[in-house]
């Protein structure tokens, strides 16, 4: 059966309906929402709008989610802040425990340079590439290549895993660090429900769940380089940042430099369409971060940008840039001068 960026890694699928999927709640209500509350003034697309605050920017972030995840329909789970917020702008349900998909792949990156930077492994070091580590009918382009056995770095594994979001890839990285001691290394990070799923064979995995407020909590800790060394914490956003990382979602409606701005990993399989993330202010400080999941729309079979879930989310990607363009960021943590050097 195909696997579409679900990112399963062990050789037998356990079916949706058993992961208990098909029992996630109808959409959750948006809390805190004003009745009142109205879409921040109009200014041209992209443009900085020298009138936004942190709390405008949040209640427009609020309304733009609250009214497209409605018109999308289906099941969402969202957390998503705004850098000197005094409200959340969005808490949908965040601790409601969903199958991460390939969003879990930011978790496995931490896990591995990790390792790396207590000296247990090198991004230079060779990795085998095997065919049958390639076999299958995953996506990616590692089982393309059709001539095995080939070897490539560690770096070259983290870059395809968080770009094109390589699923052989995600394999690779169980060779040097078995999905246990992944589990290890994140409950030890204080994420104990973002875990992949263990299966007999020690260096496979599936890329089991999360909830959005870990994914949220482990992209904020992340960008404030509370997680890895900064070298390590850059080599993770400079990739999510890419031109080649994922566009069809919340970078879908915005030109090069603003999708420069942005780091983002999205994950599907099945109806779920999820994506999480962190928008840069213009000097390369993290200015709002979001972990949204959907699943349960129309258009299952649909990976790609007309899925609901994913029109959804570019509509969002697009207000939510807007609304925070003329708002400095956070630059409490080192990562805001790493990442100065990829802003737009």
Do not use: C, K, N, W
């Given at each position: 059966m195909s696997v579409h960026k679900g990112g399963f890694m062990g050789t037998s699928l356990d079916r949706r309906t058993a992961l208990g999927l098909g029992s996630m709640a109808t959409v959750g209500a948006v809390l805190g929402l004003p009745s009142g509350a109205a879409a921040a003034p109009a200014v041209p697309v992209g443009s900085p709008d020298a009138r936004a605050t942190p709390l405008a920017a949040a209640r427009t972030v609020r309304q733009v989610y609250s009214r497209e995840s409605a018109a999308a329909g289906g099941n969402w789970q969202a957390l998503v802040t705004v850098a000197g917020s005094s409200e959340v702008a969005v808490t949908d349900q965040p601790d409601t425990l969903v199958e991460a998909y390939s969003v879990n792949k930011i978790a496995v990156a931490v896990a591995v340079l990790d390792k790396v930077d207590r000296g247990q492994l090198k991004l230079t070091q060779r990795v085998n590439v095997t065919a049958a580590i390639a076999a299958g009918d995953s996506d990616g382009i590692f089982r393309l290549d059709g001539a095995y056995p080939s070897a490539v770095t560690l770096g070259h594994v983290l870059s395809a895993l968080l770009t094109v979001s390589d699923d052989v890839a995600a394999r690779l990285c169980g060779e040097v660090v078995p999905a246990a001691e992944i589990n290890r290394i994140l409950r030890a990070k204080g994420f104990t429900r973002?875990?992949?799923?263990?299966?007999?064979?020690?260096?496979?995995?599936?890329?089991?769940?999360?909830?959005?407020?870990?994914?949220?909590?482990?992209?904020?800790?992340?960008?404030?380089?509370?997680?890895?060394?900064?070298?390590?914490?850059?080599?993770?956003?400079?990739?999510?940042?890419?031109?080649?990382?994922?566009?069809?979602?919340?970078?879908?409606?915005?030109?090069?430099?603003?999708?420069?701005?942005?780091?983002t990993k999205a994950g599907w399989f099945g109806s779920s369409r999820h994506e999480a993330g962190i928008i840069f202010d213009r000097g390369g400080a993290p200015v709002l971060t979001y972990s949204i999941f959907a699943d349960g729309q129309s258009g299952a079979a649909n990976f790609g940008s007309t899925h609901p879930a994913v029109r959804a989310r570019s509509r969002m990607g697009r207000a939510f840039l807007d609304a925070v363009n003329g708002i400095p960021g956070d630059r409490t943590g080192p990562v805001a001068r790493e990442a100065s050097a990829f802003a737009g």
């Open positions: 973002t875990q992949v799923q263990t299966v007999s064979d020690p260096h496979r995995y599936y890329m089991g769940r999360t909830t959005p407020r870990e994914t949220h909590t482990l992209l904020r800790r992340l960008s404030a380089g509370a997680l890895l060394s900064a070298t390590s914490t850059a080599a993770i956003l400079s990739r999510l940042r890419s031109p080649i990382a994922f566009t069809d979602g919340i970078r879908r409606e915005m030109s090069s430099l603003e999708r420069g701005r942005i780091a």
